[in-house]
């Protein structure tokens, strides 16, 4: 029984390193996770940000097209106090860091953070 349980604990570990190399996001210094990516869109407090694509590829896309197209799509909810939303346009590149993700198909988040990299 208990070599049973240590191989499916093997198991669980060397699914979740498996899983955390074949995502794109990062960790910083205060080990929060961050993504880089486009913004697909923008409505209130929330946008899309997709990656493998460029803006000019996804311009003039739908949204439905945009989520097909790209590798990875995450909505993230930005927190109120996080400004940078207001300068922030369609096409922009960006990172954005977060907690931690909703892992459906488009992923969905909470950032706490953007940067505008273009």
Known sequence: MLRKKGWLSLFFVGSM???LSCS???FNEA???QMEGIVAKISNNEILVVEGVTSEEINGLSEQEILEY???ATYFTLLENN???DDLIVGNSIR??????NLSK???GIGSHIEILD
Not at 96 to 101: C, D, G, P, T
């Open 83 to 85: 400004r940078s939303i």
């Open 31 to 33: 080990g929060l996770m």
């Open 96 to 101: 954005v860091w977060f907690e931690a993700l």
């Open 24 to 26: 794109n996001q990062t």
């Open 106 to 108: 488009p992923a969905s």
């Open 70 to 72: 790209s590798n990875e």
């Open 17 to 19: 390193f498996y899983l």
